[in-house]
């Protein structure tokens, strides 16, 4: 069984609460807004090898899956009363486009990862988490 396999998969719940919070202040201020944001590595010495970063490439792929269940719409009406009922039926159909969204990297030489996300801001705010998630967990599992 592959490490794809062994992981279980991410739901849309997998993020910090304050980016719902945002993602809904965002589509009520800000809904045109386009932003491009990046990741940084502030430790040089922690480089993805070439296996790490097909994994990651991999792994950022499968983020067009990642949906919001009828039951995780419910959990954040019961539990998140602060979120409206427009923002909540947004996020049941939100989607990840990571083909579109983001660009990654990796530079053969150094090692370095340079991954960036572009786009509408209400509609890249949500990659901040499960980016970071993926490469960790790419960068320990290679």
């Known amino acids: 069984m592959s490490r794809i396999e062994e992981q279980a998969p991410m739901s849309i719940l997998d993020q910090d ?16 807004v386009t932003v491009e944001y990046g990741f ?16 990651l490439q991999a792994d950022i792929a499968k983020l067009e ?13 019961r539990a998140c009363f602060y979120l409206s009922s427009d ?5 049941a159909s939100f989607r990840f486009n990571p083909s579109q969204d983001i660009t990654c990297a990796l530079d053969d030489t ?14 890249v705010i949500l990659y901040e988490i499960p980016l970071l998630s993926l490469v960790s967990q790419a960068y320990f599992t290679q």
């Open 87 to 91: 923002y909540l039926d947004f996020l």
């Open 65 to 77: 899956h990642v949906i919001a269940t009828d039951d995780d719409i419910y959990y954040l009406k």
């Open 110 to 123: 150094t090692g370095m990862l340079d991954l960036r996300i572009h786009g509408k801001w209400s509609q």
């Open 17 to 32: 609460l304050y980016k719902f919070c945002m993602q809904q202040a965002v589509l009520e201020h800000y809904p045109e």
């Open 40 to 55: 940084i590595n502030r430790d040089s010495s922690m480089k993805l090898n070439k296996a790490a970063f097909k994994q």
